[in-house]
């Protein structure tokens, strides 16, 4: 089993000898001034991150509507200009400049007409998906939490006929069970069926948990410790053959190693 941390889980000097692979965040990163990525400050990154032998994946900008979210990295995969583009293809190329197979990409939001802004999305991942080709890597794209109706690929179907609809060998998905469980509602009968619709797309994985319920902050996606909320991380026993990276999106050394531990015990049932 391959385990990996978000950037932002700890310094590379602190997750040292408890992951094999760093998930680059680029919107925590503090790599941009605007729309201007500062090479130095990237290249320091780079550089400690080769100190401790870390390989690495790359999650690119995406749409938060959060006020701590950088301004200009806001990319709504739904509606894309030559800004959005250009953020995106910063992201893939450093990912083929780094050896970093997946980058890992957010669907878009639904906005006032569902169909028009489904089909511009499928539109923008060819695209992206003709560039990922290009530079040798695959995008991973993510399901959101089904709390937050206005994003697309909530449901498993929904990121499966998006994957078919672009099909290519260089879209594929990134399985966010956090997510999955907020659309769940805590179930794990459903969050089963979850996992048997989507498998055979999924080439990465993001652990973290909730109480499977929508709170005011963040939708419910609070991101806390594997096992510490509702999330029945056993499920992951049915991606059979599964050669991935297991990546925690958790938020300090503390909760990934208590997120290791559930792993673990998950995959003893």
Not at 36 to 57: G, M, N, P, Q
Not at 87 to 107: D, F, K, Q, W
Not at 175 to 183: C, E, Q, V, W
Not at 194 to 216: A, C, M, P, Y
Request: glycine share 8%; charged share 25%; aromatic share 10%.
């Amino acid at each position: 089993m391959i385990l990996g941390a978000s950037s932002f889980t700890g310094s590379p000097r602190d997750l040292h000898g408890s992951v094999e692979y760093i998930e680059l965040y680029i919107p925590k990163l503090g790599v941009y001034n605007g729309l201007t990525l500062e090479t130095k400050k990237l290249d320091r990154v780079l550089d400690e991150i080769s100190i401790y032998d870390f390989a690495a994946t790359v999650h690119a900008p995406y749409f938060a509507e959060d006020s701590k979210y950088p301004p200009a990295l806001q990319v709504d995969t739904a509606q894309m200009g030559e800004r959005e583009f250009t953020l995106l293809e910063e992201s893939i190329t450093l990912a083929n400049r780094i050896g970093a197979h997946v980058v890992v990409l957010h669907p878009g939001r639904v906005g006032s007409n569902r169909e028009k802004s489904y089909l511009s999305m499928v539109n923008n991942f060819n695209k992206l998906a003709s560039v990922a080709e290009d530079y040798g890597v695959t995008l991973g794209l993510e399901n959101k939490e089904g709390t937050d109706p206005s994003n697309f690929c909530c449901e498993a179907k929904e990121l499966s006929k998006t994957i078919e609809a672009v099909n290519s060998e260089h879209l594929k998905a990134t399985f966010d069970i956090g997510h999955a469980n907020l659309t769940c509602g805590g179930d794990p009968e459903k969050l089963r069926e979850f996992v048997r619709t989507l498998k055979e797309h999924i080439i990465h994985l993001h652990l973290h948990d909730n109480s499977g319920q929508w709170t005011e902050k963040y939708d419910g996606d609070a991101h806390m410790a594997p096992g510490e909320g509702c999330a029945d991380f056993s499920v992951l026993k049915l991606l059979s053959g599964y050669k991935g990276i297991y990546n925690f999106e958790v938020f300090s050394l503390e909760d990934l190693l208590f997120g290791k531990k559930t792993l673990e015990s998950a995959f003893k049932l």
